[in-house]
């Protein structure tokens, strides 16, 4: 199971983390990602780490403005969000992947398991 929070309203500019709390499994054999979805839109990939942590992937619209990265020990994952823009706005999902190794799975239908969404708003 998979619980997204730390969603919420935010200027432009500002900083948001989203947190993503795994339970039932054993999360270190889980690759995790960051998707979001706009009404009327796909989902899209935005983020995604290896078991590890030593691998990541970001889509280039949040490459250098966002960082993901995970604690084993808390079963979490996190995704620190900076330099806020009004286009990053929308519901953001975790997602897990039972997988080892340096691959981080970029599209949705990789991933097996998905949490509920937690809703981000920027104003401009």
């Known amino acids: 199971q998979l619980q997204a929070f730390g969603g919420g309203w935010v200027q432009a500019g500002g900083s948001l983390r989203l947190s993503c709390a795994a339970s039932?499994?054993?999360?270190?054999?889980?690759?995790m990602g960051w998707f979001r979805q706009d009404p009327g839109k796909e989902r899209e990939f935005v983020a995604a780490?290896?078991?590890?942590?030593?691998?990541?992937s970001y889509t280039d619209s949040v490459r250098a403005r966002f960082t993901i990265s995970r604690d084993n020990a808390k079963s979490t994952v996190y995704l620190e969000m900076n330099s806020l823009k009004p286009e990053d706005t929308a519901v953001y999902y975790c997602?897990?992947?039972?997988?080892?190794?340096?691959?981080?799975?970029?599209?949705?239908?990789?991933?097996?398991?998905w949490g509920q969404g937690t809703q981000v708003t920027v104003s401009s």
């Open positions: 997602a897990a992947d039972y997988r080892r190794g340096r691959i981080v799975p970029t599209r949705s239908y990789e991933y097996a398991y």
């Open positions: 039932g499994c054993t999360f270190s054999s889980y690759v």
């Open positions: 780490i290896n078991w590890s942590g030593d691998s990541t």
